[in-house]
């Protein structure tokens, strides 16, 4: 089969992200009640049916995946925003300026997504509550939109000033349920840490760009780091810079293990980089592997992430291992000898996916097994692998086979998954709450998996409501 020519967008990519983050808003959305689903459907180390943290249960699900799959992606996206800028001369200066403009944004992100939540505002929201809270996303489009090139400096600044300005204005005047206001420590944690790993990954990209191998040494210094202080701390400066912060509520040393993560994520970036360029130049058209052998590849990946997936949950240490094995094996076999430069592209990406599973799958062992919370060096390393399973599967059914129309929602979500992120919280549930959806579905819920169709409903209202404004071109600066 063909690839088709002249892209140069990596919509695969966009899936993944638009995957991790739709997948993160159903987990969120599941029933932690009486009619809770099996522990496979919720974090490994937070069980049904108390849903208490358990750090002594190994072991990972597929909801354990979804932050991994976007801060790898995230890693993906940096060679593509910064390497033409860098091409082009850009001055350290600028460089530099725009990263600490994207921390700052998310920085803001963070702490106004939390501020604006109707139950962080209320713990029993009422009409009132709900409005306040559309009221707080709605302040997010002139502050955070990108506002058309055309349009006169002057009419972007006065909008984004009046954004700005209700922002201000809305974390002056709210008061929260324990009497305070608006607070640096009241924060959403999964936004810090993406705010960290935006600055320091894209850091870490920008000066190892030319040196693959000293970015791999960046790893190194990160787990020695984490060896010193993880999961026994070492007395000594080691331990004193972990836990040293000048900005407690917004930075830890112990946030940058997420680069075990975000570094594969780059140079998976790289590899994509170079094919995009490839492929908008024609010059990856050619004959490829018929379709038999592409399925067959097709199914090798899934094999791949089931296997790991239920057996690291289920706890068939040595089958798992052993099978996995196996399957990359067979899997490295079907990836020889490709015919053009998207083949050559997948044959890279597969060796580096085996490379981090088989890393993550012998690190299984220590530190009590694999888990998300509080994430392990096998979590790090399994899940790179993992992610570019994932990718490599996404990109053969959207470039070879040409089904991009079967990702479409997907897509969109990955282009925009601030939207998303926050409109789950305060669009769709206040939407919903204030015209009596939500009555219906709680009707509706009245068993587990019809509590899982009710998380779908919702979680696909956002995703509709997210590809409407993608299509619109309305996207958030983040």
Not at 232 to 250: A, C, H, K, N, Y
Not at 275 to 287: C, E, I, N, P
Not at 395 to 421: C, E, H, T
């Amino acid at each position: 089969m063909n690839p088709a020519a002249g892209q140069n967008r990596a919509y695969a990519l966009d899936a993944l992200r638009g995957l991790a983050i739709l997948a993160m808003l159903l987990s969120g959305q599941l029933p932690f009640d009486s009619n809770a689903l099996p522990s496979w459907m919720y974090h490994a180390q937070e069980p049904p049916p108390t849903f208490q943290w358990n750090g002594a249960v190994p072991g990972i699900s597929w909801v354990d995946l979804v932050f991994p799959f976007f801060l790898f992606a995230m890693g993906a996206a940096f060679p593509l925003a910064l390497s033409r800028r860098m091409e082009n001369k850009a001055p350290a200066w600028k460089l530099f300026l725009f990263v600490v403009e994207r921390g700052f944004l998310l920085t803001f992100f963070s702490l106004f997504v939390m501020a604006i939540r109707p139950y962080t505002m209320s713990h029993h929201p009422t009409t009132a509550t709900w409005l306040v809270a559309l009221l707080g996303f709605f302040i997010f489009f002139p502050a955070l939109t990108r506002l058309p090139e055309a349009w006169p400096r002057t009419v972007k600044l006065s909008i984004r000033g009046a954004g700005w300005l209700a922002a201000i204005l809305f974390c002056r005047f709210t008061t929260y349920p324990d009497g305070t206001h608006f607070d640096l420590g009241r924060s959403d944690i999964i936004m810090i840490v993406l705010t960290n790993m935006a600055v320091f990954g894209s850091l870490v990209w920008m000066f190892t760009r030319e040196n693959l191998l000293l970015r791999l040494g960046v790893i190194g210094i990160v787990v020695a780091i984490r060896l010193s202080n993880m999961p026994q701390p070492t007395e000594g400066w080691v331990r004193d810079l972990w836990m040293m912060s000048p900005l407690p509520w917004l930075y830890h040393l112990y946030y940058l293990q997420y680069l075990c993560i975000v570094i594969p994520g780059t140079i998976a970036g790289d590899l994509i980089l170079k094919w995009t360029r490839q492929k908008a130049a024609g010059d990856s058209v050619g004959a490829g592997w018929p379709v038999g052998h592409y399925l067959a590849v097709l199914a090798t990946l899934a094999a791949v992430f089931f296997v790991v997936l239920v057996g690291l949950k289920a706890r068939w240490l040595i089958e798992t291992t052993w099978l996995a094995f196996a399957l990359c094996f067979i899997g490295w076999m079907l990836f020889q000898k490709p015919l053009n430069d998207t083949e050559r592209l997948y044959q890279k990406f597969f060796n580096w996916g085996i490379y981090w599973l088989v890393l993550g799958l012998i690190f299984e062992p220590y530190e009590g097994g694999i888990k998300k919370d509080h994430p392990t060096l096998s979590y790090y390393f399994v899940t790179s692998g993992l992610a570019i399973v994932v990718f490599i599967g996404c990109s053969i059914l959207i470039d070879v086979f040409r089904k991009k129309r079967w990702f479409g929602l997907f897509i969109d979500n990955g282009q925009n998954p601030m939207i998303a992120y926050a409109g789950i919280n305060n669009f769709i549930t206040p939407v919903l709450a204030l015209t009596g959806g939500s009555w219906l579905l709680d009707r509706f819920a009245t068993t587990p998996w019809r509590g899982c169709i009710k998380g779908a409903i919702i979680t696909l209202l956002m995703a509709l409501t997210v590809s409407v404004l993608t299509r619109l071109k309305i996207f958030w600066r983040t």
